[in-house]
T-cell receptor, first 117, second 115 residues
Framework: GAVVSQHPSRVICKSGTSVKIECRSL??????MFWYRQFPKQSLMLMAT?????????EQGVEKDKFLINHASLTLSTLTVTSAHPEDSSFYIC?????????????FGPGTRLTVT | AQSVTQLGSHVSVSEGALVLLRCNYS??????LFWYVQYPNQGLQLLLK??????LVKGINGFEAEFKKSETSFHLTKPSAHMSDAAEYFC?????????????FGSGTQLTVLP
């Protein structure tokens, strides 16, 4: 149980275009989803926290107009990188937390490698 | 506020040798502590967690960690390394309460297992 998927696993896009990344909880209802960014050889940095049906809470320094997060259902959250630039190239990982589980339990997706050319 | 420090960004051990990955934390509230493993181009897999119960925590794949409050440490160990243990390991702390519990990750330790 507690499986989280991400799609796509890998995407290459041109500078100036927008890219949408999906995060799904496959076998539980995710009341909260988290989006992380990971640069090569570095740790995960929390970008934002989203609760189903409400606006995401962004961490300091993360542009909410550039990284649009939608959590419209209990099994799906999307991250849209708008007007992507090469510096947005990174590994994006989502995690999900169910309402019935412990508050600390997060289940991670496999990640999405974004390359902006 | 909470933070995690992982000492040693790279650790190399021989196959069959003891694995010791160090983690020290800082938290203004009693912490929950975690170790995750990440294989290349994959997400994170939970190895083990400390949530204020037993201070010696056993996880998957033969790993264990001991919570030492006096040392603010949560070091990860495994008695005998296997080639498949080669990966990136992250220590994380979760402070706060309820929905405010977020994870703060350390910078990671790359474990290499030599034949």
């Amino acid at each position: 149980g507690a499986v989280v998927s991400q799609h796509p696993s890998r995407v290459i896009c041109k500078s100036g275009t927008s890219v949408k990344i999906e995060c799904r909880s496959l076998d539980f209802q995710a009341t909260t989803m988290f989006w992380y960014r990971q640069f090569p050889k570095q740790s995960l940095m929390l970008m934002a926290t989203s609760n189903e049906g409400s606006k995401a809470t962004y961490e300091q320094g993360v542009e909410k107009d550039k990284f649009l997060i939608n959590h419209a259902s209990l099994t799906l959250s999307t991250l849209t990188v708008t007007s992507a630039h090469p510096e947005d190239s990174s590994f994006y990982i989502c995690s999900a937390r169910g309402g019935g589980g412990e508050a600390y339990e997060q289940y991670f997706g496999p990640g999405t490698r974004l390359t902006v050319t | 506020a909470q933070s995690v420090t992982q000492l040693g960004s790279h650790v190399s051990v021989s196959e069959g040798a003891l694995v010791l990955l160090r983690c020290n934390y800082s938290s203004s509230v009693p912490p929950y502590l975690f170790w995750y493993v990440q294989y290349p181009n994959q997400g994170l897999q939970l190895l083990l967690k400390y949530t204020s119960a037993a201070t010696l925590v056993k996880g998957i794949n033969g790993f264990e960690a001991e919570f030492k409050k006096s040392e603010t440490s949560f070091h990860l160990t495994k008695p005998s390394a296997h080639m498949s243990d080669a990966a990136e390991y992250f220590c994380a702390v979760s402070g706060g309460s309820g929905s405010a519990r977020q994870l703060t990750f350390g910078s990671g330790t790359q474990l290499t297992v030599l034949p």
